[in-house]
């Protein structure tokens, strides 16, 4: 009975297994930015235009990249995989708090040619001037091409204004 069981079970799962998803990179980014094909959802309007403003306040686990600018570079990625003209698809990734220290220009730093190869995709990077202050972190500390704002609330402000949405994740 157990041989027919575990049979079963095998010839079951092995159409499960065979259909797992694959993680895909690019096209924009190869080497960061991974995502999913959506089954039933092959392209999205290819005349849509985005501007969305990534908040990211939570500093990079040791030695790993900082998951909120990934994400920036995953919506870039996905939308241009699904037809999405990547000219039309403006980011801003506004950062505050501990994630602050993610754009510092050191060598160690995890996040830095991630983010230098966002930055020169046009992303942009917009520091909280009051985190950066708090943390006594200078404009020339950081990666050349972020920008530094008054806070991050006047940030979000301004990008709303420009019509930017604010990406909830």
């Known amino acids: 009975m157990r041989s027919v069981l575990a049979s079963l079970a095998m010839t079951l799962a092995a159409p499960l297994a065979a259909q797992a998803p694959e993680v895909r990179y690019g096209p924009v980014f190869e080497e960061f930015g ?15 235009e985005f501007a969305v403003a990534f908040d990211v306040a939570r500093a990079a686990e040791d030695g790993t990249r900082n998951r909120g600018f ?6 870039i990625n996905m939308h241009a995989a699904a037809g999405v003209d990547p000219e039309n698809i403006r980011i801003a990734v506004v950062v505050h708090g501990g994630a602050v220290k993610d754009l510092l220009a ?11 190869r966002l930055l020169e995709e046009g992303v942009r ?42 990406n909830p994740f």
């Open 34 to 48: 991974p995502h999913y094909a959506v089954e039933g959802i092959d392209r999205v309007p290819e005349d849509a």
């Open 70 to 75: 990934e994400s920036a570079a995953r919506f």
């Open 106 to 116: 050191s060598e160690d730093n995890a996040s830095r040619d991630m983010v230098e």
């Open 125 to 166: 990077f917009i520091v909280c001037g009051q985190s950066a202050a708090g943390s006594e972190i200078a404009q020339g500390d950081l990666i050349p091409g972020v920008e530094m704002a008054l806070s991050a609330m006047t940030a979000h402000a301004l990008l709303q204004q420009r019509g930017y949405t604010v």
